[in-house]
C-alpha cells in the first residue's frame, strides 16, 4: 500500500464562527443566528411563561446586520442558541473608486482594495458620508469594518485627525 492511496482532506483548524448561549439570556443589542443562517442583532425580546404545553419560550425578533432583514424565531429559553462571533476593525479610506472599490489602509498599515462602498439602502448614510469626507480631503476618513467568516461590510464612519 504506497502513501498515494490515502487521499485524506484537509479541514481548517480556524476558529469557530459561533458560540453558544442560553436562549432566554438575550436582550435587546444581543448578537444572534437566526434561522441557524444569519447573523443578527436582536431588536426585540418576550418570554411567555411555562403552561399546559412545555417550558416557558422566548420569542425573539432581529435584524441581519448585513442585510437589515428582519425574523421572527421562537426558542426554548434554556436552548443554546449560536451566537456569531463578530469584529469590528477602524480602516483609513485613502481613496474610493468610481465602481465604489475602497481603497484602503488598515490597522497594520497594509493597503486594501477587496471592500466596497456600501450599497445597502439602510447604509446610505455611510457612503454618502465616505465619499464627502474623501472628497474634502482635509480629514482623514476612518470607517468601521464588521467581519465575520467571510463576510465584510463598511457599518460606520468618522472624520479622523486633519490631513
Known sequence: MSSDDNDFERGESGASLTELAEAGRMKPGSLIMMKETFPCKVTAFSTAKPGKHGSAKAMITAKDIFTDKQYDETFGTGDMIPRPLVTKAEMTVIA??????????????????????????HLSDITSKIK?????????CLIQVQRWGDKEQVVGVREGQDQ
Open 96 to 121: 474610493y473608486e468610481d465602481d465604489g472599490v475602497l481603497q484602503i489602509m488598515t490597522q497594520e498599515g497594509e493597503m486594501k482594495e477587496d471592500l466596497n462602498l456600501p450599497t445597502e439602502s
Open 132 to 140: 464627502q469626507i474623501v472628497d474634502a480631503a482635509d480629514k482623514e
